[in-house]
Each structure stands twice: as structure tokens, then as C-alpha cells.
């Protein structure tokens, strides 16, 4: 079973940043996706098992930057969001995808239970 636990959401002002991880169980392709009130979950960044590969939405590039470092218990998945705007705000999902990164929420496997991201004006 597949677990993945995130944290490190919060409440950031226009312009700041925040960091979100999530400590998998395992190793595989991994994703960050979010959720808005009323809208769509959609696709924000990932990166391949080995950490070469990265993958982001236009929405984001340049600003968030995802990365993963494993040590012997656990491989950690973050996303490093600089520059936040209003519309980044949204529940925040790592997933893991045994078919490697993906950029469709449907090919996930698994899925964290999520992290309030809030960015106020």
C-alpha cells in the first residue's frame, strides 16, 4: 500500500513563498496537482523516480520548483513555490504514478490527502 503524507501548507501573502512536502512510501513517478474552489483539478509539476526529470505547468514555470530527495526510509517529494499570486490558492495533492510523471490527473495511482495552499492580496 502506497502512502503518501504531505505537509506544509499555509496562509502566505502575494509575492512570499512556501514549501509543500510529501514523504512517499515508496519510489515512483510523482506529481503535484491542485484544487480550487469550483474548479477542475489540475496539473502544477513533476518529476520522474530518479529526480532527472522535471515537468511543470505553464501557470507555474518559473516560479515553482519541484524536487526529491530520498534517504534510506523514504523518498520526499517538494514543491517550492516562490512568487505566489491570489490564483495559486487551492488544496495542494502529491501523487504517485507507477507509470512515471504525468501531466493528466487520471494516470495517478495514489493520491495524499492534501494541503491548504492560501495567498492573500
Known amino acids: 500500500q502506497v502512502q503518501l503524507v504531505e505537509s506544509g501548507g499555509g496562509l502566505v501573502q502575494a509575492g512570499g513563498s512556501l514549501r509543500v512536502s510529501c514523504a512517499a512510501s515508496?519510489?515512483?513517478?510523482m506529481g503535484w496537482l491542485r484544487q480550487a474552489p469550483g474548479k477542475e483539478r489540475e496539473f502544477v509539476a513533476a518529476?520522474?523516480?530518479?529526480?532527472?526529470?522535471?515537468?511543470?505547468a505553464d501557470s507555474v514555470k518559473g516560479r515553482f520548483t519541484i524536487s526529491r530527495d530520498r534517504d534510506s526510509a523514504k523518498d520526499t517529494v517538494y514543491l517550492q513555490m516562490n512568487s505566489l499570486k491570489p490564483e495559486d490558492t487551492a488544496v495542494y495533492y502529491c501523487?504517485?504514478?507507477?507509470?512515471?510523471?504525468?501531466?493528466?490527473?487520471?494516470?495517478?495511482?495514489?493520491w495524499g490527502q492534501g494541503t491548504q495552499v492560501t495567498v492573500s492580496s
Open positions: 501523487a504517485a504514478s507507477f507509470r512515471g510523471p504525468s501531466t493528466l490527473p487520471g494516470e495517478y495511482d495514489y
Open positions: 515508496g519510489r515512483y513517478g
Open positions: 518529476i520522474s523516480r530518479s529526480g532527472g526529470s522535471t515537468y511543470y
